[in-house]
């Protein structure tokens, strides 16, 4: 999104996660319009010093369901951001805040998808058994 | 009622025993296997293995007939989230939670769930309540009932030193219920002449708070709200 042109501002716990944001870029984060504040999406201070208030667009992306969710929430409803993405790796929750108004990915409803579809294609494309063929191997 | 205690920590397990022993029907859910087991061997069938968080273990556990649920785990997005789920998807009537950050308490209130607890809090407000300064402490807020009760330590130049109780004129939707002097409480009668030094403890409607201070008058510093 940096490359497209878009400011972006990410906001960790880890300060070595910046290190991660760097990989495969020409110039620093910084040095191409990034923004990297360490905190905790729960901080209200955090969430002002990235930037919150001016953001078109949030995605919560930690590694937990429940702080995703939450923390989408506050963006919507205390920071009235217009966009608001959260990753919920738990499909029933995913699925019920998605009806009830929060926008959700659910990177495990995309690979359930995408493995089923894996299968069937290996089945179909035939009997003869070759090395590397599904088993249940998921 | 059937209640579902989230998290048998110290507080959730003394919780749930103290529930069972008024009799309700509980189930403890407990997502830290080891602890689980400790727990089991002492309420059998009244605890549950499982992470409540994923709605499967809520529903699992009854939540659907559940009358109460109250969410007492170690993490406050926990908390939210299952309050949240109990309330708004399977319409469950009361819900408690417990707040671990005081800090978080503002992410509860936005989102709604209340009443919400905080241990921290309390403390802070016994503490405040053992060495009162001048002004108007909040010792408790019923939310629900939506009342509070307040302390406030009268000074020597209060205005209503030296008053009888039944010559005070308390706002509407107030009343005096105690007094607090020389380490003694007790229930002020309507001749009991209020002196410096007193602490007042009163009950109220949220927004009357201005009109009491009004009428104890001047008390020195005002720290605001002890909550």
Not at chain 1, 28 to 49: M, N, P, Q, R, S
Not at chain 2, 28 to 50: A, D, F
Not at chain 2, 92 to 104: C, G, L
Request: with cysteine; aromatic share 4%; hydrophobic share 40%.
């Amino acid at each position: 999104m940096l490359r497209e042109g878009h400011e972006v501002s990410c906001l960790d716990e880890d300060p070595e996660s910046h290190a991660r944001l760097e990989v495969g870029l020409e110039k620093g984060w910084e040095d191409l319009g990034g923004h990297f504040t360490v905190g905790a999406g729960l901080e209200t201070e955090a969430l002002i010093a990235a930037g919150v208030e001016q953001a078109d667009a949030f995605i919560a992306s930690t590694d937990g369901d429940n702080t995703n969710i939450i923390i989408a929430q506050i963006a919507q409803r205390c920071y009235k951001v217009p966009t608001v993405i959260a990753r919920v790796l738990d499909p029933l929750r995913a699925e019920w805040y998605q009806r009830q108004g929060l926008h959700t990915v659910c990177p495990t409803r995309v690979a359930i998808d995408m493995l089923e579809n894996a299968v069937r294609d290996g089945a179909e494309r035939g009997g003869d058994p070759e090395p590397g063929d599904s088993a249940e191997a998921a | 009622m059937y209640i579902i205690v989230v998290g048998a920590g110290k507080v959730g397990w003394n919780l749930a025993r103290e529930l069972l022993d008024k009799e309700h029907e509980v189930t403890v859910i407990e997502s830290n296997r080891r602890r689980y087991l400790t727990v089991e061997q002492e309420l059998e069938h009244n605890v549950s293995y499982g992470d409540a968080s994923e709605l499967w273990v809520l529903e699992r556990a009854g939540i659907q007939r559940a009358d109460m649920v109250i969410a007492v785990t170690g993490d406050d997005e926990d908390n939210m989230l299952i309050c949240q789920v109990a309330r708004e998807k399977y319409l469950v009537n009361r819900v408690i939670a417990r707040v671990n950050n005081p800090r978080n308490r503002q992410h509860f209130d936005l989102l709604d769930i209340r009443p919400s607890v905080s241990a921290t809090d309390l403390i802070l407000r016994l503490l405040e309540h053992e060495v009162p300064e001048y002004g108007l402490v909040h010792l408790l807020d019923l939310q629900e009932e939506q009342l509070e009760i307040i302390e406030m330590l009268l000074g020597r130049d209060s205005g209503v030193t030296g008053r009888r109780v039944s010559d005070l004129e308390m706002p509407e939707g107030s009343l005096l219920i105690s007094i607090l002097r020389s380490g003694k409480g007790f229930v002020p009668g309507p001749d009991t002449v209020l002196e410096a030094g007193d602490e007042v403890l009163a009950v109220l409607d949220p927004g009357k708070e201005d009109d009491l201070k009004a009428l104890f008058g001047p008390g020195g510093n005002e720290i605001g709200n002890g909550g």
